[in-house]
């Protein structure tokens, strides 16, 4: 049993479109995190990245958007997913989106459902490095697909939404949030489908937002392992993969 070890060396983040009937599964290493050493993985800067980056490769679905995500504060319930929705109205990049996360005990989804796809393939997998793993999300069924780092760019979304957006009290409280590009500057908010809603600002005041999507954050580079992050996975990781696999190991 190689336990937590082994697969803190790889993150994989899903996004299902119901719309589509498919699920990319956005794979990458310890290596190729924003943070060092695979820190800073499930930050708000990477959830936006990817999500922009899926949203931009599927023009057909981004006009109007149905978006459902878990009650994760760092990841998903926090005012730069929420900043960045409205940002993507401001631009014109859609029109109307709708995000809902779902309440304690009501948190399974269709991208659950391809996770457990995918874990039984990797199950049955040697899965010492990520083209090997890619292979497994493939092969696991029709709709997964494995979208691997770098067909994607690392953006400092967090800084960059900062300039134009404030903070959204009270956000943990609502399950909906509305934003359209009639009211870009504006999140209608409610605490069930049919509740009442409250309008919150979250554009800053006297500051003006940016209507062309050319305009993007600063790029983030990766910044890799650190020396003290390679040797220990040299030293304790690195035994449990196949010897073909070892010089492809990426703290060698």
């Known amino acids: ?44 800067n990477c959830v ?16 109007v958007l149905h978006l ?7 990841q998903n319930k926090n005012r730069y997913v929420l900043a960045y929705l409205s940002w993507r109205c401001s631009t014109g990049l859609s029109d109307s989106i709708e995000l809902s996360f779902m309440r304690v005990g009501h948190t399974r989804c269709s991208v659950d459902g391809y996770f457990g796809l995918i874990k039984q ?17 493939d092969a696991s069924c029709g709709p997964n697909k494995a979208i691997m780092y770098d067909d994607w760019t690392w ?8 300039q134009y957006y404030t903070e959204v009290k009270g956000v943990t409280k609502f399950q909906h949030f509305t934003v359209s590009s009639a009211s870009p500057r504006k999140l ?8 009442e809603t409250t309008e919150i ?6 500051v003006e ?14 910044p890799g392992l650190s020396e003290y992050r390679s040797h220990y996975l040299q030293k304790d990781v690195a035994c449990f993969f196949s010897e073909s696999a070892q010089s492809s190991l990426p703290w060698r």
Request: charged share 20%; glycine share 6%; with cysteine.
């Open 68 to 74: 459902h995500a878990d009650n994760c504060t760092g």
């Open 155 to 162: 953006y400092q979304w967090d800084e960059f939404l900062k």
């Open 188 to 195: 209608v908010c409610r605490r069930s489908p049919d509740g």
């Open 209 to 222: 937002v940016p209507t062309s999507a050319d305009n993007l954050p600063l790029v983030l580079e990766p």
């Open 121 to 137: 393939r990797w199950r049955t997998s040697e899965n010492d490095t990520l083209e090997v793993v890619r292979t497994a999300v």
């Open 1 to 44: 049993q190689v336990g937590p070890l082994y697969f803190k060396v790889r993150q994989l983040f899903g996004i299902a479109d119901e719309s589509q009937h498919q699920q990319w599964n956005y794979l990458y290493g310890e290596q190729q995190s924003i943070g060092p050493d695979g820190k800073k993985s499930h930050g708000p």
């Open 48 to 63: 936006i990245s990817m999500l922009h980056h899926y949203l931009q490769q599927n023009p057909a679905v981004k006009r």
């Open 201 to 206: 600002k979250v554009a800053r005041n006297n």
